[in-house]
C-alpha cells in the first residue's frame, strides 16, 4: 500500500486547508499539475500521482469502491479496496456523491491500454449536495427533444456534460481558425460597437433601449461600420455578438449570436465569393484534421461538403423556376424559406449559391444589378443536408444616387441618423464587398447539430426567458 | 510617355465602367494587386504599375502635379507632366479633390531610397465632393485637446488619419497576441453572454433594457459565467464587450469596452498574480518586437515596463499608511482613484500589485481573507507612468456560507436570480481565480494614449451621444 497521509485525508475538509501556500516571488503554485489525458499516455506505471478532478460516477462492489474521476481532458477510473488503503479513506469514497470535487492520490496501474489508479488517499475538495436529473456527466442524448427543457433550464449545469463540452471545444476550434485565416490574408480586426444609433438593416427585430435618454440599439450587423473601415483599411474583419430581437421558432435563429463580418475594398461580387469559398474550405479541412474527436463524441464526422471549391451557383430566378416545377407556388420577390432552400438543396452535393437576391427583400447599401433591376448584386450561400442558409455576400454601393434611390425606398431618405452613410459615398467612395456569417450556423453545419442553440455556451433565443 | 488608353482616362467615370468582369470559376478578380509598401520595395523600377488608393495631397508646380496616393500600406508619389501624360490626364490631376479614389497607372522611378510613378492614365473611381478640416490624412496632432470635438463628432471620416490607422492597427496586433497567449496556454475560449438577468458586480451602472417584457442588462463582466465553466473546462478565456453605464470624466473608461477576462480551477492567488504576469510580460515582448513601427508613427516607443516578472507588491494596508505618510487624507476601505494610484505609483519602475483590496468594494463572489476579514483574497495591478488600475484578479468563493456572507452583505441574499451562483458551491465547487482587464487600457498604457476612446474604433462614452 503507497504511504498515504491519514490526517490530510481525513474528511470533507475545505481544500484550503492544505493547498501549498506558494511563497512570493516563487512562481506558479497552481494545484493541479496532472490531467486525466496525459496520465492515460504515460508508461510510467507504478508511479505516485495526484489527480484533482470530480465524480462521474461510483460503483460499489463489496470491498471495491470505483470511482470514475473526470477532468476537462477525459476520465480515469480510480481503486479504493478495503484494506488495501485506510479505512477512512475506503468509506470516503464510498460516500462520495456524484459531481463532488476530490483530490485522489495512488499508484498509476495499466488497465489494458488504459490507465487507473489503485488510490490510496482521498481528499474531498466539496462533496455535492444537490443532484441534476439526469446526470450531467451521463452518456445523455443531449439533443433528445423530451429532455430539452431540463438541458435548457440548468444550462450551467450542463456544460460539465462531455457532448456539451465537445462542442464547445469545436466551437474554440473554429473560432481560433477563422481568427487565424483572416489575420494570414492581410485583414484587420476592427471591433465595432454593440451600441449604436440606428437600427441596421432590418427596423423591426432591432432591440431598442435608452441610455442617459438616448434612444438606441443593439447592433444588428456591423456592416455600416466596416464599410466605413475599408476605406483606411482595405481588408477588415469582426467577431463579435450581434443581436436579432424577432419572434422565431426557426432551428437556425438566435436573438444574440455571434457574427463573422468582413469588408473588402476594390473588390466585387466574384471576389467575395472567391474568398468565402476559400474560408470555408480552410476552415472545413482543419476542422477535419483537428476536430475529429471532438466530433466522434458527439458521434459526428465533420462535413467536408465544403472543401471542395468553387461551389455551384443559381440565379434567384432559376431557384423560383425550379420550385415552381416542383410544385411549389412560389413569389418572386419574396425570401425563400427552409422547405425551399432544402428542396433547392437536394440538388447538389456542395454548398451553392443563390446569385441576386431581390432587392425588396435586402438591405438598403447593397448594389441594384444593373442587368436586372429587380435583383441586387448579392448571393446567399445555403449549405448541404438542408441545413439552409449558411451566409450572405454582397457588393456595396458606391454611388450616392444609387444610395438615395435605395434610402428611399427604404423609407430611410432624409433620416439624419443615415446621413454619416451618404457621407462615405461622397468622400472617395470605391468599390467594395462584404459578407456576413453566423458562428453558430456554421458550427451547427460543420458537426451536423439540431439547432443553433447548442453550438453557444449560454443561448439567448426570443421565445425562453433570459436566464441565468 | 507610357502608352495609355486615352478611352479608359476620359472621365470621372464609376469604376464599374472598365472593372475586369470575372467569368466563374476564375478564381479572385480583386482589381487591386499592387499595394504601395509593395512598390516602395521593388527593385525593377521602370515597370509599368498600377494602383489603386486615395488623394492625400496634392502639388501644382506649372506643368507638374503632384499627387501623394495614400492606401492602407503607405503612400506613394505620383508626377503628372504636362507633355507626358495626355491633356485630359494631367487636367484630371490638376482637379482632383483630397480623398477622392483614384486608379493610377505609370511607370515606377526611384526617387531617393523610395519610389515613384512617372503617371501616364489616370481614372477617378470617386471625386470626393466634401471636404473635412483638418484633412483626415494630414499629419494632425490626434490628441490635441483644441480638435477632440471635431475628431470624435467624425470618427468615421478620422480612421483615415495615419496615427488613428497605426493605433487601430496596434490593437489588431495585441488581440491576436492575447488569443495566441491563452490558446498556448491551454485556455478555451468561453464566449458568455451580453444580455444577462442580473446586473453583475455593480447594480448602479448596470445598463437595463427590456426584450419581450422581461427586464434584463448589458453585461458587466462575464465572471459568473465563467465561473461555472471552469467547472467543466478548468481554463477558460473570453475576449467581448462589457457595458458601464456610469457617468465619468476619467480618461480610462467607456461605456463600451473590450474586456479580456479569464478564469482557472484549481487555483489561488499566487497563480492568478503569476499567470497574469506572464501574459503581460508576452505582450509587452511581442508588441515591442512587432509593434514598433506602429508606435514610430505615433512618435511613440512600446512601454516595456512590464516585461520583467515578478512585480512589486504592496498592501492595501500599506498602500493607505504610505499615502498617509505623504499628507493624503485616505481612509482604509475606500477605494484609491486615479491621484492617489499615481502617487503610489512613483514608488515603482514596474507595474506594481496593491494585495488585499477591501471586501467593502469587492463584489461578493470575492474571497475573504481568513487573515483579515477586512480585506478580500484580491490583487489590482497599477501601471507606471501614472496610467493607473490595469487590472484586478481574485480568488471566488467556494464556501456556501461564505457566498451567503457575502450576498447578505450587498443585499443580494434571497434574491432567487443568484440561486444559480449559489448552486455552484453546492455541485462540486473548487478553489477557483479570476482576472479581468480591459482591452483598451493595455492598449493605452504599452503606447502611452492619452484617452481610452483613442484605442478603440468607435467610442462609446457615456457623457458622449452615441453616434454614428
Redesign the interface.
Same mark, same amino acid.
Do not use: N
Given at each position: 500500500m503507497p504511504l498515504c497521509d491519514l490526517e490530510q485525508s481525513a474528511g470533507g475538509k475545505?481544500?484550503?486547508n492544505y493547498?501549498v501556500?506558494?511563497v512570493?516571488?516563487?512562481?506558479?503554485?497552481?494545484?493541479?499539475k496532472q490531467y486525466v489525458s496525459d496520465l492515460h499516455q504515460r508508461l510510467d506505471v507504478d508511479q505516485n500521482v495526484v489527480l484533482?478532478g470530480? =465524480?462521474k460516477a461510483r460503483r460499489i462492489h463489496g470491498r471495491i469502491v470505483f470511482i470514475d474521476v473526470v477532468?476537462?481532458t477525459g476520465t480515469i477510473q480510480a481503486v479504493f479496496e478495503k484494506g488495501q488503503c485506510p479505512d477512512v479513506v475506503f468509506v470516503m469514497a464510498k460516500g462520495l456523491t456524484l459531481?463532488?470535487?476530490v483530490k485522489v492520490q495512488g499508484q498509476l496501474r495499466a488497465r489494458g491500454i488504459q490507465r487507473e489508479i489503485v488510490a490510496c488517499c482521498l481528499d474531498v475538495?466539496?462533496? &455535492?449536495?444537490?443532484a441534476?436529473d439526469p446526470h450531467v456527466r451521463d452518456p445523455i442524448d443531449i439533443f433528445d427533444p423530451a429532455i430539452q427543457e431540463q438541458l435548457l433550464g440548468h444550462r450551467?449545469?450542463y456544460?460539465?456534460n462531455e457532448k456539451?463540452?465537445a462542442i464547445?471545444?469545436f466551437?474554440?476550434l473554429l473560432?481560433?481558425l477563422v481568427?487565424q485565416w483572416f489575420?494570414s490574408q492581410g485583414y484587420?480586426?476592427?471591433?465595432?460597437? =454593440?451600441?449604436?444609433?440606428?437600427p441596421l438593416y432590418d427596423d423591426r427585430s432591432a432591440?431598442?433601449?435608452?441610455?442617459?435618454n438616448?434612444s438606441?440599439f443593439?447592433t444588428q450587423c456591423v456592416g455600416?461600420?466596416l464599410e466605413? &473601415?475599408v476605406? &483606411?483599411?482595405?481588408?477588415v474583419y469582426n467577431i463579435?455578438?450581434s443581436?436579432r430581437?424577432e419572434e422565431s421558432r426557426s432551428k437556425r435563429h438566435l436573438?444574440?449570436y455571434?457574427h463573422i463580418k468582413a469588408e473588402?475594398?476594390?473588390?466585387?461580387l466574384?471576389?467575395v465569393i472567391?474568398?468565402v469559398e476559400s474560408l470555408i474550405s480552410f476552415v472545413s479541412v482543419a476542422c477535419h484534421e483537428q476536430g475529429g474527436d471532438l466530433a466522434k463524441t458527439l458521434g459526428r464526422s465533420i462535413c467536408r461538403d465544403g472543401v471542395s471549391t468553387?461551389y455551384p451557383?443559381i440565379t434567384y430566378a432559376e431557384a423560383v423556376e425550379s420550385l415552381k416545377r416542383d410544385g411549389v407556388d412560389f413569389q418572386f420577390g419574396k425570401s425563400l424559406g427552409s422547405d425551399e432552400e432544402e428542396l433547392l438543396s437536394r440538388q447538389f452535393k456542395q454548398p451553392f449559391w443563390i446569385v441576386g437576391v431581390p432587392r425588396t427583400i435586402e438591405p438598403f447599401p447593397y448594389v441594384v444589378d444593373?442587368n436586372d433591376p429587380r435583383v441586387t448584386r448579392t448571393a446567399d450561400l445555403i449549405a448541404t443536408n438542408g441545413y439552409g442558409e449558411l451566409l450572405g455576400v454582397a457588393e456595396k454601393i458606391?454611388?450616392l444616387s444609387m444610395l438615395d434611390e435605395r434610402l428611399a425606398e427604404k423609407g430611410k431618405l432624409g433620416n439624419p441618423?443615415y446621413e454619416?452613410m451618404r457621407?462615405?459615398?461622397?468622400?472617395?467612395?470605391?468599390?467594395h464587398v462584404g459578407f456576413g456569417l453566423g458562428v453558430e450556423r456554421f458550427i451547427r453545419w460543420l458537426i451536423d447539430i439540431p439547432h443553433v442553440r447548442d453550438t453557444?455556451?449560454?443561448p439567448?433565443t426570443?421565445r425562453r426567458?433570459?436566464?441565468?
Open positions: 475545505s481544500i484550503r493547498s501556500e506558494s512570493f516571488p516563487g512562481g506558479s503554485s497552481i494545484m493541479k484533482y470530480w =465524480v477532468d476537462s459531481e463532488s470535487s475538495i466539496s462533496q &455535492a449536495s444537490i441534476v450551467h449545469f456544460l460539465r456539451v463540452m464547445l471545444k466551437r474554440h473560432m481560433g481568427h489575420r484587420t480586426e476592427i471591433t465595432a460597437p =454593440v451600441l449604436t444609433a440606428v432591440i431598442g433601449l435608452t441610455v442617459d438616448q438606441i443593439l455600416f461600420y466605413w &473601415a476605406h &483606411a483599411f482595405e481588408k463579435g455578438p443581436f430581437g436573438m444574440e455571434w473588402m475594398a476594390f473588390a466585387d466574384e471576389d472567391a474568398t468553387p451557383r444593373p458606391q454611388d441618423l454619416w457621407d462615405l459615398r461622397k468622400f472617395g467612395c470605391v468599390p453557444i455556451p449560454f439567448r426570443f426567458k433570459i436566464f441565468p
